[in-house]
């Protein structure tokens, strides 16, 4: 047996790895992997809102809570609330007949609404601007694609936005040299914007457009809730969250979220395996959030409607980004509860879980934000490592090395063990 102490605030604590605790069955990277693949297959459609994907993962969720013997949250494991969301469920775009791949060569911006037509390209060049001073949204028929160099400039840029606010079409394309990350929008746009790859530009050629949107004002969202009785101080909680949203469907391209965060639904889940073989001295409460993509909304809805006591949370761990590790760990929060992250950082250099734990003070990323606004002590912590697709097709189970997720789970296990030691 591997023992160590760390002097922290002047007095002596004992160390012990978490997977000394008799935990280790709770904690494995293939019974992860296999969750992972679960969440990203096609049956959830990305974990979005068509076809009811993300409520199918949330009862999915939820089994497998009960399966691991973790106890509903005051008599219920889900807790509903409704957003607005734009969805769409049909996209199609053909360039001289060819049918271009949704996801990978073009996407449709989640704000746009419907439209069905067909128009001549015109790639649009400085000098353009000099030759069609109206702009080419003058010109019967075409659609300038404008380059995102054009774009991003200071001065064309703002002409851009002024030309196209003046002389309004129902679509606008984008020409990208790479597609860039996707997202969920909470209302509709007056046009299309098409994200056209240049590579796949053709100066005049004809374009066909396809878009089907439906919106949905008050789509029902599902956060998941579990709990584990603690030993010694079961008024007391240690409430362990991830998302698992993501950002479903455009058209038939589908958004995995495989690292983002199929990653940390595992971890969090394997965590509560651990809890239920080893009970801590405090409670645990497991929440998997969703609608995080669409703008943190499960976390805020579940502070709104006061479903936890946030008086009794001593501390709160988000996870996200759990699919590498080669390089470490970054701890969100860590400036903002220096003590904590003390503890945290030395067990990690005591017992060399993973090369570094990096410090980043508050930002609004990821679930644990509305909760440290209310005077929740929280960690959000991400893994680093080779990088995976972030918001893209390609955020895929079979790009996640795992190379630090076992390592992780046991950091994590021995935090949680010193956060109520002596209780």
């Known amino acids: 047996m591997c023992l160590g102490f760390l002097r922290d605030a002047g007095s002596w604590i004992l160390l012990v790895p978490g997977f000394l605790f008799g935990t280790a069955a709770a904690q494995d990277s293939a019974r992860a992997r296999k969750l992972i693949e679960e969440l990203c297959s096609r049956k959830y459609e990305g974990r979005g809102y068509i076809n009811k994907g993300a409520l199918k993962a949330a009862g999915y969720l939820e089994q497998q809570l009960r399966n691991a013997g973790v106890q509903p949250w005051k008599g219920s494991y889900i807790h509903h609330f ?24 073009y996407l449709i ?10 128009f001549v390209i015109r790639v649009w060049s400085w000098a353009d601007t000099l030759t069609y001073p109206g702009g080419p949204w003058r010109l019967q028929d075409s659609v300038a694609a404008v380059p995102e160099a054009m774009l991003r400039h200071p001065l064309w ?21 790479r597609l860039p990350a996707w997202g969920v929008a909470q209302a509709v746009d007056q046009k299309v914007t098409l994200l056209l790859r240049a590579d796949r530009l053709q100066h005049g050629a004809q374009l066909n457009l396809r878009v089907k949107n439906e919106f949905r004002p008050e789509q029902t ?14 008024d007391s909680l240690l ?14 391209a589908i958004f995995p979220g495989a690292n983002d965060n199929a990653s940390g639904v595992a971890m969090v889940m394997d965590l509560a395996r651990g809890s ?15 609608a995080e993509e669409a703008g943190l909304l499960g976390s805020a809805a579940l502070i709104r409607d006061r479903v936890l006591p946030l008086n009794r949370i001593r501390f709160l761990l988000n996870l996200d980004l759990m699919g590498t590790g080669e390089t470490g760990m970054t701890v969100v929060n860590a400036t903002i509860f220096p ?51 972030y918001h893209s ?29 002596g209780q």
């Not at 911006?109 to 067909?118: L, M, N, R, T, V």
């Not at 679930?367 to 080779?386: C, K, Q």
Request: charge should be positive; glycine fraction near 8%; charged fraction near 15%.
């Open 82 to 105: 409704n957003m607005p969301v734009n969805t769409l469920p049909v996209t199609e775009v053909k360039l001289q007949g060819r049918t271009l791949k949704p996801g990978i060569e």
């Open 109 to 118: 911006d989640e704000a746009s609404p419907g439209w069905k037509g067909s």
């Open 157 to 177: 840029g703002k002409r851009v936005a002024q030309m196209r606010a003046l002389h309004p079409v129902p679509v606008q394309i984008n020409a990208v040299p």
């Open 221 to 234: 969202c599902s956060n998941v809730i579990g709990f584990i009785p603690g030993t010694h101080m079961p």
């Open 239 to 252: 409430v362990l969250t991830a998302h698992y949203d993501h950002l479903g469907r455009m058209g038939k």
């Open 276 to 290: 239920v073989l080893k009970p801590l001295p405090y409670s645990v409460v497991v929440v998997f959030f969703a």
């Open 339 to 389: 003590r904590e992250f003390s503890i945290l950082d030395s067990l990690n250099r005591q017992f060399q879980f993973l090369p570094a734990i990096n410090k980043r003070g508050k930002a609004a990323n990821s679930d644990h934000y509305f909760f440290t606004e209310a005077g929740v002590p929280s960690f959000f912590g991400y893994l680093s490592g080779p990088r995976p697709a």
């Open 393 to 421: 097709t390609d955020d895929v189970p079979q790009t996640l090395t795992l190379h630090g997720y076992v390592h992780t789970y046991r950091l994590y296990r021995s935090f949680l063990e010193h956060l109520t030691a």
